[in-house]
């Protein structure tokens, strides 16, 4: 079922979000413009609200595509990289820590139980709108470890964390997403989003050195039930992850199994690789950036 409303919302959307990446001038910096947006994130507050919550999927899917013809009306006003959207509840908006972007996302609530994911990329170009639509191509895309995305095929994900890093001139931005795969089982996704020399979003490159497997990027499945700890820590300088076993030895490979032991795991990056090693501590606060190696 969602493969199907996949193709329906590829073919619905690719209309709606026809000018995300192309550039469309706007007037200049304005403090009038506020108000203007801040009436478009009432809509948007609503529209966000029925997508998640309305009691059947026709007002579900009639929301989302209203929600991203508003938010594309709303990003087209000067001084939107700004404006923070703190009524948008259930949509996530991280910039990036130098200032380059800003990436939403949200999801679709699925009669299945499953969700959809929706995103765009608004660039922080004064002047003009630039955006990038991003396309949940989960169901579709071949070789999900190691290959490498455009933003028409994205892992789709409600994104919680951006990391910014710079190697060799190249700007990468790990990208920390959680997808609550179905009734069964969430999943959470490292991914790396960097730019082109066209300036255009890709998703993945061979960085992330798991126990010797050079992956794009790194896919954690696990109990919908458990509580997995996944993002970029300053404390460590690390990518801290909960280490995921099964409950028990045979179930080994069988997802909907999988919890954290208590153990953590973490990338170190060495070299223009992010490198798993393995770790435990009693006290973070207490040991610090101590991380006794098993």
Known sequence: MKSYLGLFFTTLFLSTFSSFGQRVQVGKSDSTYIDSIRNYEYQLEGLSYNIINGSDKVERITSCYYFIETLKNTLQIPNSFDYEFDLLKTVSSIRSDDGTFRIFTWNLLLDSGKYMYFGAIQMNNPDSL????????????????????????????????????????????????????????????????????????????????????????????????????????????????????????????????????????????????????????????????NLRKL
């Not at 955006?131 to 789709?156: A, E, P, T, V």
């Not at 050195?209 to 990027?217: A, I, N, T, W």
């Not at 099964?246 to 060495?270: A, H, R, W």
């Open 130 to 289: 630039e955006l990038y639509g991003l396309y949940d191509s989960s169901d579709y895309n071949k070789d999900i470890f190691y290959g490498q995305f455009d933003n028409r095929h994205w892992m789709g994900a409600l994104v919680y964390q951006v990391y910014h890093y710079r190697w060799k001139k190249q700007d990468y931005y790990i990208t920390f997403g959680w997808d609550g795969q179905d009734d069964k089982t969430n999943r959470k996704i490292i991914d790396v989003l960097w730019f082109n020399e066209e300036g255009q979003p890709n998703f993945g490159e061979e960085i992330f050195d798991f126990d010797g497997d050079l992956q794009s990027r790194i896919i954690f499945d696990f109990n919908d039930r458990a509580a997995m700890l996944c993002r970029y820590d300053d404390f460590e300088d690390a990518i801290v992850f909960s280490n995921l076993v099964p409950i028990n030895p045979i179930m080994k490979g069988i997802y909907q199994n999988y919890v954290p032991d208590g153990t953590y795991d973490y990338l170190k990056f060495e070299k223009g690789i992010w490198r798993r090693y393995k770790m435990i501590f009693d006290d973070r606060k207490k040991n610090g950036t």
